[in-house]
């Protein structure tokens, strides 16, 4: 295979999903309502100051809205990696992946391919977020807009390898929503999203070893930093780390002849 039989299949699988993104416009307002009306009501009912600024003078707190920004973008990057993935579900379901899947190019090029389309549309959902953030005076400084973006690729690459892991191992696309719940909701919560982990640490170690371990903490610690123009080197390792790992176990899972597929044929 060439490259530009590469390139065919990586511009094919985009069109696809960002068509199918376009189709389904109640998914793009969803994926912004969620956080909006929880940036609305926290902002609103939790008017305090919380933690100490990233950016000088560091001595100062910031308001909560401001703190939990970064957690929201995060958890449209989640939904919609979970979204995305659920797509592969529905697809194996009616028969249209076995198109894709006995394609001569490599499985891990496919699943890759479809992990990207997924990041784009991902990323576009977040900074839609960023502007009507504009309106709770959440204004990072103009080079945030770009300094964010390498950490909105790979917490969504992340986030989008762990919802093509799951998308392997699920039968049904019933049963998809109840794993949904039983991962992005612990995630979520265990994580500095909605409040510093000092202040978990503070009430419950095992709690806060949690967070640390949780992957979703490190994609909100990331795009935190990379708002105000820092970098958080430990926690992109880890983004990077657990992109790896998800991902090489989602394309086993997809190998039809030792992965999570096979041993569903055989049951």
């Known amino acids: 295979m060439r490259p530009i039989h590469y390139l065919r299949c990586l511009i094919g699988v985009s069109l696809r999903e960002w068509l199918r993104f376009l189709n389904q416009r109640g998914r793009f307002f969803s994926a912004l309502v969620r956080p909006l009306v929880w940036l609305a009501i926290f902002a609103t009912g939790f008017q305090f100051v919380l933690g100490v600024s990233i950016i000088p003078p560091y001595d100062t707190y910031i308001p909560y809205s401001i703190y939990i920004a970064p957690g929201l973008i995060a958890m449209i990057l989640m939904f919609n990696g979970m979204l995305s993935s659920l797509s592969m579900v529905y697809d194996r379901e009616m028969g249209s992946m076995r198109v894709l899947m006995v394609s001569p190019l490599p499985r891990w090029f496919l699943l890759t391919a479809k992990l990207f389309a997924g ?36 917490s969504g690459l992340m986030l989008g390898a762990l919802g093509l ?4 191992a699920i039968r049904q696309l ?29 009430a ?33 390792a880890v983004l990077v780390a657990a992109t790896i790992i998800f991902l090489a176990l989602a394309v086993y899972g997809y190998d039809p002849a030792k992965g999570l597929m096979a041993r569903r044929t055989a049951e």
Not at 127 to 151: D, Q, R
Not at 216 to 223: C, D, K, M, P, Y
């Open 119 to 154: 990041v784009i549309v991902s990323v576009l959902q977040a900074y839609a977020f960023l502007a009507i953030a504009l309106f709770w005076e959440i204004e990072p400084p103009w080079y945030g807009y770009i300094a964010v973006l390498p950490a909105l690729i790979l």
């Open 165 to 168: 892991l799951l998308s392997s």
């Open 174 to 202: 019933e049963n998809f929503a109840s794993v949904m719940n039983f991962v992005i909701f612990p995630m979520f919560f265990a994580s500095s999203a909605l409040y510093p982990l000092w202040h978990v640490k503070e």
């Open 204 to 236: 419950s170690l095992l709690l806060y070893r949690i967070c640390l371990a949780n992957p979703f903490t490190h994609a909100v610690e990331l795009i935190r930093f990379a708002l105000y123009g820092q970098v958080e080197p430990v926690s992109a």
